[in-house]
């Protein structure tokens, strides 16, 4: 099945630096999500986008639905340790009667202190 | 709390044995998946269902069989056909309706081999 592209694959930020990762696929999307995951444990949602050009924020994150519709950006601002994991997106689109899920292979997040 | 609940956490299969593992949500939702997760990878979807007495294959779906007979529960068996079951095992559960709705997730089943 298609998965998206994600990058970058991993990162080492220091603690208090801003992060940046984006999301990218030749298809277009009707809803971009971005999930956290942590060890052992299965994704959180931490924001869902419906419309090209929204921007969102939760917190220190913000999101933006590309206007082309074919890529999203997350951005975490001032990183802490607790921001450790995987970050994956995922993008919805109407496909043979229903609504796929299509899931990118994550991005994972190493913060020193 | 409303929420999506896997069990067991960790799960042991024996050469030829099938497994089965749990999935319960209570967030009344009419949608519920099942994927499969490897080192390294993303999300690879074996089963969905969105609606009480049916379910379709996803793109890994042979060797692995699900159930719907209640909207809350959404089994999944891992059968002896299903030659490299060693991995992270998510369910999840979405909104049904006009609009895509975000799947929510559990907190995942880790199948290893004796």
């Known amino acids: 099945g298609q998965q998206l592209n994600q990058s970058p694959q991993s990162m080492f930020i220091q603690e208090g630096e801003d992060v940046s990762m984006n999301c990218t696929s030749s298809s277009i999307f009707n809803t971009w999500l971005w999930y956290k995951q942590e060890p052992g444990e299965g994704p959180v949602l931490l924001i869902a986008l419906y419309k090209a050009g929204e921007l969102t924020s939760n917190g220190r994150l913000t999101a933006q639905f590309g206007i082309t519709r074919k890529d999203s950006f997350l951005n975490i ?12 997106c995922a993008g919805t689109r109407w496909d043979s009667g229903t609504y796929k899920y299509i899931f990118g292979t994550g991005t994972r997040l190493k913060v020193l202190a | 709390d409303g929420g999506i609940t896997q069990s067991p956490k960790y799960l042991f299969r024996k050469e030829g044995q099938n497994v089965t593992l749990s999935c319960e949500q209570n967030l009344n939702h009419d949608a519920m998946y099942w994927y499969r997760q490897d080192p390294g990878q993303g999300l690879r979807l074996i089963y969905y269902s969105q609606i009480v007495n049916d379910f379709q294959k996803g793109d890994i779906a042979e060797g692995y069989s699900v159930s719907r007979e209640k909207k809350e529960s959404f089994p999944l068996t891992v059968t002896s056909a299903q030659k490299n079951p060693t991995a992270f095992y998510l369910c999840a559960s979405s909104k049904k309706g006009a609009n895509n709705q975000p799947q929510h997730f559990g907190d995942g089943t880790r199948l290893s081999i004796l």
């Open chain 1, 77 to 88: 601002s001032a990183s802490i340790p607790s921001d450790v994991g995987i970050y994956f």
